[in-house]
């Protein structure tokens, strides 16, 4: 035996001889034992690891464990989506298993309530469900869970979605514990301790508008407790906050951070009450200042607001922005000619935009590897230059070092350049620094012209003193100022 692996595939092997003798199928877990007989059913439980794909090519049995629906909606999963895995009809997949391990008790019960959906999902791939039907599908095996779990279904109108821990309820809501009469009574509290006989009776439905733990548990006639109690922390929250002007990200959506100014609104589903609201990262008082209109923030901020319920939180970041000759002026890379995204890339460098969050990888830097770059700004007209500075990321333990030569030329037609000013760096010899800084090299310039050349000189690869010496370097930069 090779390792530990080829220990627990022996073993596997011995156990599964004693339970054919017997009559019975092997089912293990995903692992080591992958792969050691096709007479032993594995059940696929990584999630994202596709396991459950490579061994039905090789002619294995799995039961699938999905911890999540290899991208699929819930109306539309099926025991052959599972783990990253999209299988088919026809392979060998005996069924699904809903994954409950390492969780305490009560979210374990919680975690049954997904076992009616599960099925249905199972037994009926076939099936066409729009959410709206599957939920209505479920709604009635989801209360005969429930009463056998607790003695009492549970049901919110309108319906809300929970996880395993809480529900976010956005406006106020009814919950119905119902019962059979002959049963008992269901009992309450509001604070998370434990009903008593003496607790209110759950006879008439419960008003969610506001935060609280309710645990309720179902009490004979004679007061005795019966089946485990059910709990469900809820978090009301009837107020939303949404921003105008943050800066979106690759794929088109929000981030959070804004560039000028920002507008922040809010809405509340309740219609009575007074919202009130902090921008400096305080909850809201009493005496905080009342939401009537739009807030404009100018600069960080963290926005809280309250009103009936929890206290609602969104958190935005001015990024810090200079001024200069050449923002938002365009300018044309020439070197490197192959550079990706050549015109977006020359954008990062006279947007007037810094790096974010002290991030290499944020969306202002330009990345160039271990190339020079050479670019030209247009100023659209004659300019006298004093001073341009280049600014780069400093990350040595990454490798991320400035250029060791700033060279400036002007020109007035965009062909002939004179030169302007030159500056020169030595990459500090410190093996130990760690963290990132930022890097001006600053070029005091003589002359005039309307179009601005910049050529920074890379040093190529990391220096002999580096941890890895030789190996290609990486020049990262987010703006060159011109006249700043």
């Not at 269901?186 to 309710?214: H, K, M, W």
């Not at 190529?460 to 370097?473: K, N, Q, R």
Request: charged content about 20%; hydrophobic content about 40%; glycine content about 8%.
């Amino acid at each position: 035996l090779a390792n530990p692996g080829g220990l627990l595939g022996y073993f596997a092997l011995q156990v599964n001889e004693m339970v054919k003798k017997r009559g019975k199928k092997t089912i293990i877990w995903e692992g080591a034992a992958n792969g050691v007989s096709k007479d032993i059913i594995n059940m696929t439980w990584d999630g994202g690891a596709r396991t459950a794909e490579r061994m039905i090519a090789e002619g294995f049995t799995t039961i699938t464990v999905p911890w999540n629906f290899a991208g699929v909606e819930p109306q539309d999963w099926t025991m052959y989506h599972s783990n990253g895995s999209v299988l088919k009809k026809g392979d060998s997949v005996l069924g699904a298993s809903l994954p409950v391990w390492e969780q305490k008790g009560e979210v374990s019960l919680k975690w049954l309530r997904a076992v009616p959906n599960r099925q249905e999902r199972t037994w009926g791939p076939d099936n066409a469900f729009t959410p709206a039907n599957l939920a209505r599908r479920s709604e009635g095996t989801d209360r005969v869970l429930d009463r056998i779990l607790y003695g009492f279904a549970i049901r919110h109108d309108p319906a809300i979605e929970s996880d395993m821990f809480r529900i976010r309820a956005t406006q106020p809501t009814m919950l119905t514990l119902e019962t059979f009469p002959t049963l008992g009574t269901v009992r309450y509290t509001l604070d998370g301790t434990e009903p008593t006989a003496q607790s209110p009776a759950a006879n008439q439905p419960i008003r969610i508008a506001d935060s609280f733990t309710l645990v309720a548990r179902l009490f004979d006639s004679n007061g005795n407790p019966g089946k485990p109690p059910w709990q469900q922390t809820y978090i009301f929250e009837p107020l939303a906050i949404t921003a105008q002007g943050l800066i979106k990200d690759a794929a088109g959506k929000d981030t959070a951070w804004f560039a000028d100014t920002l507008t922040v609104s809010v809405a509340c589903t309740l219609k009575d009450g007074t919202v009130r609201y902090t921008v400096d990262g305080s909850d809201p008082l009493p005496a905080s200042p009342a939401y009537t209109t739009a807030i404009t923030l100018t600069n960080t901020a963290t926005a809280k607001v309250r009103g009936r319920g929890s206290v609602t939180t969104a958190a935005y970041q001015k990024l810090a922005t200079v001024k200069h000759a050449a923002v938002g002026k365009p300018a044309r890379i020439l070197v490197p000619a192959d550079l990706a995204n050549a015109e977006a890339a020359a954008k990062l460098l006279t947007d007037g935009m810094l790096i974010r969050g002290g991030e290499w990888g944020a969306p202002e830097v330009m990345t160039l590897g271990p190339k020079d770059l050479e670019l030209v700004i247009d100023l659209g007209t004659s300019t006298a230059i004093t001073q341009v500075v280049a600014r780069f990321v400093h990350l040595q333990e990454a490798g991320i070092l400035p250029a060791v030569r700033v060279d400036v030329a002007v020109s007035n037609d965009g062909k002939t350049f004179a030169p302007a000013g030159t500056t020169s760096f030595e990459i500090p010899n410190n093996r130990t620094s760690r963290g990132l800084t930022m890097k001006e090299l600053a070029v005091a310039t003589q002359g005039s012209g309307r179009y601005v050349k910049v050529f920074c000189k890379n040093n190529g690869v990391l220096p002999a003193w580096h941890e890895y010496p030789g190996v290609p370097d990486h020049m990262m930069m987010d703006e060159i100022l011109v006249n700043p």
